[in-house]
């Protein structure tokens, strides 16, 4: 893994999203988030409400590991092992702990699989769970990756169900709060 560690501001909020890992430049502009994934990213939350300036300021934004986990010689992003996830669990923890979101959205697989098993994202992405975590109950909201690479948000049925996540969102109570809130 490679610093800098890179998080969001502290914003105490009762959403929290999760992304996987920062990328190569979030470090540099340090911000989560910051470059093609988080341009996608923040044109679905504004489709339901909610611009980029607007959701940093009232999100608390973390992921499942602090730091640009490197370059994956075949291409892309190194995904993390379970050490490095491991090692940085704990301040995930901690952060559900002390903010006890009423809505946790977890973004990408490597961040859903943080709460629940996936195999598919067919069979995740556009449903609402219901789970405990240190004893506080929460919803959980997936959605997918929105990296470039991947066309999976882009085509059917990614599409549609990416929608129905948004949807599912939108009519949650917290981020319904949130947009009332100045």
Known sequence: MLPPVVVGQAVVSGM??????????????GRPFAWTAGKTLFKWFESIGMDEETFRRKVYMSAVCRCFPGKNPKGGDRVPDAQE???????????????????????GK??????????RLADIIGAQFSMEFGGH???????PHPSGASTWHRTDPGRQLLQQALARIRRHPQWRTMLQQP
């Open 137 to 143: 109950r929460t919803q959980m909201v997936p959605l």
């Open 85 to 107: 996830i491991e090692n940085c669990s704990k301040w995930l923890d901690a952060e559900i702990a002390l903010l006890r979101p009423g809505l946790i959205v977890p973004v």
């Open 16 to 29: 929290l999203l999760i992304g996987q890992a920062p990328g190569d430049r979030e470090g540099k502009l």
């Open 110 to 119: 490597l961040a859903i699989a943080r709460f629940m098993p996936v195999t």
